[in-house]
């Protein structure tokens, strides 16, 4: 992978052709994009992409509320944005397709969650 020391292009992002450009911490990074790609299939592999898109679409509806979003911010290192510290701290935590016993809204902060069946259920 390259990276562009001077801002010769600007600020781009996407991709042209086969090179795709990404930004990361304020700099513009160049790789060529694979011939091709197919993701393994295995039930492990199934399970981590999807235990990793529950962890997302959890920390995206945690940080959609303004001040959980404040308080992970106060904890971010390393150019990481709230969305990246709540997904990784929430990753090794919740299932593949449903909330643990313990999920952090909060950073260092977490809450029990456990299901009661109602009489109707």
Do not use: A
């Given at each position: 992978m390259a990276t562009l020391s001077k801002q010769v292009l600007g600020r781009i992002s996407g991709s042209v052709g086969d090179i795709n450009f990404r930004q990361k911490n304020?700099?513009?990074n160049v790789s060529a994009r694979p011939n091709s790609y197919t993701?393994?299939?295995?039930?492990?592999s199934v399970q981590r992409r999807s235990k990793f898109a529950y962890a997302c679409t959890l920390a995206a509806n945690?940080?959609?509320i303004a001040p959980l979003k404040t308080l992970w911010e106060s904890k971010l290192t390393n150019g990481e944005t709230a969305y990246n510290k709540t997904v990784g701290t929430n990753y090794r935590i919740v299932g593949s397709d449903a909330l643990t016993d313990q999920t952090f809204l909060t950073?260092?902060?977490g809450f029990t969650f456990?299901?009661?069946?109602?009489?109707?259920?």
């Open positions: 304020g700099t513009n993701p393994p299939d295995d039930e492990g945690i940080i959609s950073p260092g902060i456990k299901r009661q069946l109602l009489p109707q259920e």
